[in-house]
Structure formats: C-alpha cells, structure tokens
C-alpha cells in the first residue's frame, strides 16, 4: 500500500512534488514549511517524487488511479486524483474509523490506521509501520513500540479482507511484479509457475518467457491479463 522512502510535505496526499506544488503548499500553510527551519532547496531536491504527508499516506492510496481488483497499486509512481472525501486530518480519521481500540489490543491485521494525536501511520505488521515521519525523515518504517501510538482503528474506507494473522510467505512474495524486474520475488515467481506446468529458467529475470507464461496463467485462471502479478494472480498460483 506504501511508498518507502518518498518525501514528506505537508498537506500532499501521493502528489508530484513540484515547484509549483511547493509554493501553493507554502502559502496554504505557512508554519509547516518556515525557511529558517527548511530550505527551499531541501524541496527542490525532492521534485519529481510522489509526496506524502502522515494522514495522506492512506489518502494517497486511496486516490490513486491503479488499484487492482485484488487492493495492490500496480503503479505506485503514479499520482493520486484528488478526491476531497479522503483529505481528512489524522485526529479526524481516528474519530471515523468505526471499529478500533487501544494499541495495546493491536491485532496482527496489515494496513490498520495507527494513531497519535495530530500523526497516524500505516501497521506493516510484526510489530511495524510505515509512516511519513517529517520533511527530515521522509516516508519510513519504524518500530511501533517506539512511536507512542495511542490507539488502531481500521479505516472506514479500506476493506479488511482478514482479521487472521496473515501467513508469513504471502509478505515478501505478495510485492507486484512487472515485467523487466529482478530479484528473489521473481525466483519464487517462476518457480510457481514451474509447478503449473511451465518450465521456465528459475534465474531471477522478469523476460519474455516469464511474461508469456503470466499471461497464459492468469487468461486460464480468468484473471485479468495484463502481465502484471498482484495479489490475486500469487493466491492463484499458491493455491
């Protein structure tokens, strides 16, 4: 859901980062960006990254125009559309979150609204979450003991599909996978693919061939071919 290591803005919600960007925000809220604290040039190093600020981290995957049928943004590169009903403040989104509790009750449960006064973050489980921490820090992942997180809440507008603990494969292999990537996730990709009925080179490489058989494998098992692997193409290929 997240974007590691964008910057933080104040009042951005998964938008381009741009001059013109930087001097509306700016104007609109003169407190969050003071020159004697933060240069301009600390922004300009930032344009051409998608932005965040803590409550926008949600809202930005919200508004993005590439969500999947199975809830994974298959272009996180991408800008959000804005959409005024997700531009809510952090205390706001905690007071609409209708089942929620004390973080002490934290269950394992992904993508949970994690909440102190005025800052929210993403849980990212095993004790984890993604928050966009400020303009010194970015976008991070931080140790949720150490935050001083008051209170979860599940947001009004994110479908929880489980509240079972997720199994541990689906973490590092539930990443989208286009093609042209490299790495493990894509290892473990083709070897799936091996035991359907495909003989691929398990060698790491997003290429042709793997392409060709994603394609076959998700136009068989009716999902939507478009060659690129989210969620509901890695249930397929688990099961």
């Known amino acids: 859901m997240c974007d590691y290591n964008s910057p933080y803005w104040f ?3 998964g938008f381009i ?4 960007l930087y001097q509306v925000k700016k104007r609109q809220y003169p407190s969050q960006y003071p020159p004697q604290k933060w240069t301009e040039e600390s922004f300009r190093v930032q344009y051409g990254k998608k932005g965040h600020d803590c409550s926008g981290l949600p809202a930005g995957y919200l508004m993005s125009p590439c969500i999947d049928d199975g809830g994974i943004c298959t272009d996180p590169l ?3 559309v804005y ?3 997700y531009d809510i403040s952090a205390n706001d ?7 929620k509790g004390d973080i002490s009750t934290l269950p394992e449960i992904e993508g949970l609204i994690l909440w102190r006064d005025g800052h929210v973050a993403l849980y990212d489980g095993n004790g984890y979450c993604i928050e966009a921490r400020g303009h010194a820090y970015g976008t991070v992942r931080s140790k949720v003991s150490e935050r001083g997180f008051k209170k979860w809440g599940k947001h009004p507008d994110i479908e929880y599909i489980s509240d ?3 199994k541990r494969y689906c973490k590092p292999i539930a990443e989208v996978l286009t093609k042209g ?6 290892k473990v990709l083709q070897s799936c693919l091996n035991l359907q009925g495909y003989s691929l080179s398990v060698d790491g490489s997003y290429g042709n061939k793997t392409d060709e058989a994603v394609r076959d494998f998700q136009s068989k098992n009716k999902i939507k071919n478009i060659g690129t692997v989210g969620v509901r193409t890695w249930d397929k290929l688990i099961k």
Not at 17 to 20: A, F, L, M, Y
Not at 181 to 186: C, E, K
Request: charged content about 40%.
């Open 17 to 20: 980062c741009s001059e013109k």
């Open 181 to 186: 990537d490299h790495g493990t996730a894509v």
């Open 11 to 13: 009042g951005v919600k």
């Open 164 to 166: 079972e603990p997720k």
């Open 78 to 80: 991408k800008p959000s």
């Open 83 to 85: 959409n005024p009903r």
């Open 93 to 99: 989104l905690i007071e609409k979150c209708k089942e």
